[in-house]
């Protein structure tokens, strides 16, 4: 195996785990030029607002379950209240799950990109993407590559774009297949 006393920040990613390994891909110097196309936002939209949130939302319900509705001093019911307060939890929970969880960050390079969830990092050949959306969610623009084939984050793969993608995607227009 390979060692080098200070890898470079690009090719310490490559030693994550790899989707569509061979023997070609275990090359040490094999390692191409990325770049960082997502948000550095992404981490505090997938992990901090979530947590937070639900913490917050989760210790309100906490609360209007365990305190004597005597205690509260409501103008109504404090059933009302609790069930108000469990559906919008659930419901934060589910437009976590449909929307923020699914942002990843994106490394790309000429031939390849590289997927991450913080946890895990997948690299993809260009030529795996069948198309490029870009939308407008939550006040926020989303790009999303569309894969011919299900991988390991499955066919939909979202993330914030960072604000130098524009030029990014100008300089490698060739090798991207694209629709707005």
Not at 8 to 28: I, L, S, T, V, W
Not at 54 to 77: A, D, N, Q, R, S
Not at 120 to 137: G, N, S
Request: hydrophobic share 40%; net charge neutral.
């Amino acid at each position: 195996m390979y060692f080098c006393a200070a890898p470079r920040p690009c090719e310490a990613r490559h030693n994550h785990f790899m989707e569509n390994q061979n023997a070609e891909n275990q090359q040490p110097n094999s390692a191409e030029n990325t770049e960082c196309i997502s948000s550095n936002s992404t981490l505090f939209w997938r992990i901090f607002v979530p947590i937070f949130v639900t913490v917050f939302l989760g210790g309100l319900l906490l609360t209007f379950l365990f305190i004597p509705e005597e205690e509260l001093y409501l103008p109504f019911p404090i059933l009302w209240g609790q069930l108000f307060l469990f559906a919008l939890w659930l419901g934060w929970l589910l437009l976590v799950r449909s929307t923020l969880w699914r942002l990843k960050r994106v490394d790309a390079g000429a031939t390849h990109f590289f997927v991450t969830n913080y946890w895990t990092t997948v690299r993809y050949p260009w030529t795996d993407v069948e198309k490029i959306e870009e939308k407008k969610h939550l006040g926020r623009r989303i790009v999303t590559l569309c894969l011919r084939a299900p991988g390991r984050f499955g066919q939909r793969i979202s993330f914030l774009p960072d604000g130098r993608f524009e030029e990014w995607k100008k300089e490698n227009e060739g090798a991207l297949p694209y629709s707005g």
